[in-house]
């Protein structure tokens, strides 16, 4: 089995990685953008060549991605709709995002001019992967235990059940007037066939017959003489109490499937993709701009501190495996060691590597190979 490198930048291509397949917990692509800024967007000499590029690349990173892990790639407002319509095919979409740089009004200042509006964002789309067995399929496993477990308690209790609903049926009531007479909302538990049903306790038992006797005055059934009906009552009581009995013991086997019912929801939580997502969160992220990252960092495209620790931190969870194909000045190899999570990241420039691996060093040992 192929080792899986830790907190490392490669001063390399990243189509050169030595990744073994589904490592990935994250991929953060932030490729060049294509004649956009900076002499890496100027290397290719067709919009076409660079698309065979973007998908090479993807391919990549669907073999590297896990089938729970998360693709996030980033790209110019006027271009990423033609990596979308590659990356499509390769993995599943989710969102097509927007960071709303909320300090910056970019780099346009007269509008008038350029008769168009002032860019002040980036794009981004977020995608999870494609498996053979996805998070869907554990879902629908996980219903199934669930729907079984309560026909299985159901069924246990089907004559302790049935005689409940018989009674009420015979004494004219439904749940809802049970509710009303009594002051409760339980008569939907001790009156129904589903999973919900509930034995009532004795005081509400007695309440019961009492709401029965009294309503039905005139019924055969119900106006039999008292000893007549302390002789049921007796027998009810006793036949209450074995069957109190067996319902200790069935709710003993209950709790085991209980158990077993949790041990799987422990293995599905694991086994989904993570996306610890905030309240109200939106397609629409507002984040500052580093202003001064570009000339501190010497990159021309730097992404914002802020933002990035937020992406990681919702799509991973501790100890994740982050792989940032184009590190660049070292942003999301940097966030990721600082959350706590693992990188890998390549760079092809020798001296952003070497401050990718700087930054880094602020927060755990990096290797630059």
């Known amino acids: 089995m192929t080792e899986i490198p830790e907190n490392v930048v490669y ?4 189509m050169k990685n030595r990744l073994p397949d589904h490592c990935a917990d994250l991929i953060i692509a932030d490729p060049p953008y294509f004649q956009y800024k900076g002499d890496f967007d100027f290397v290719w000499p067709t919009f076409d060549d660079y698309l065979n590029d973007v998908r090479r690349w993807g391919e990549e990173c669907r073999r590297l991605l896990k089938d729970n892990g998360t693709l996030i790639w980033w790209g110019s407002d006027n271009r990423i709709a033609y990596t979308q319509v590659i990356l499509d095919t390769m993995f599943q979409f989710l969102n097509s995002c927007t960071w709303n740089k909320s300090n910056s009004w970019g780099k346009m200042q007269n509008a008038e001019i350029s008769r168009k509006f002032i860019p002040n964002a980036e794009r981004f789309i977020l995608y999870e992967s494609r498996p053979e067995i996805r998070e869907g399929e554990a879902r629908k496993m996980l219903r199934v235990f669930e729907y079984e477990q309560g026909m299985c308690r159901t069924q246990c209790m089907k004559p302790l059940v049935d005689y409940m609903i018989s009674e009420m049926e015979r004494a004219g009531f439904t749940p809802k007037r049970v509710n009303d007479a009594l002051h409760t909302h339980m008569a939907g538990h001790w009156f129904t066939r589903g999973s919900q049903w509930e034995l009532p306790t004795r005081e509400n038992y007695e ?6 006797n009294g309503d039905r005055p005139n019924s055969e059934y119900l106006c039999r003489d008292y000893e007549e009906l302390r002789k049921d009552y007796e027998y009810l009581c ?9 319902y200790e013991e069935l709710r003993k086997d209950y ?20 996306f610890n997502l905030p309240e109200r969160s ?5 984040f500052p701009q580093d202003s001064g990252a570009s000339k501190r960092y ?8 802020a933002i990035t620790s ?8 501790p100890g994740a495996l982050v792989v940032v194909p184009f590190a660049g000045s070292g942003t999301e190899c940097a966030m990721a060691a600082k959350l706590g999570r693992r990188f890998v990241g390549y760079e092809i420039d020798p001296k952003h590597a070497r401050t990718a691996a700087r930054r880094t060093e ?3 040992q990096t290797t630059l190979l």
């Open 11 to 14: 001063n390399c291509d990243f």
């Open 207 to 212: 309440r019961l017959r009492n709401l029965f």
């Open 238 to 246: 006793r036949d209450y109490e074995e069957l109190r009995k067996d």
């Open 255 to 274: 709790e085991e499937l209980r158990k077993d019912y949790e041990e799987l929801r422990k293995d599905y939580e694991e086994l989904r993709r993570p």
């Open 282 to 286: 939106t397609d629409v992220l507002q």
């Open 298 to 305: 010497g990159h021309d495209t730097v992404k914002g501190d």
């Open 310 to 317: 937020y992406l990681i931190q919702v799509t991973t969870r």
């Open 362 to 364: 602020k927060f755990i």
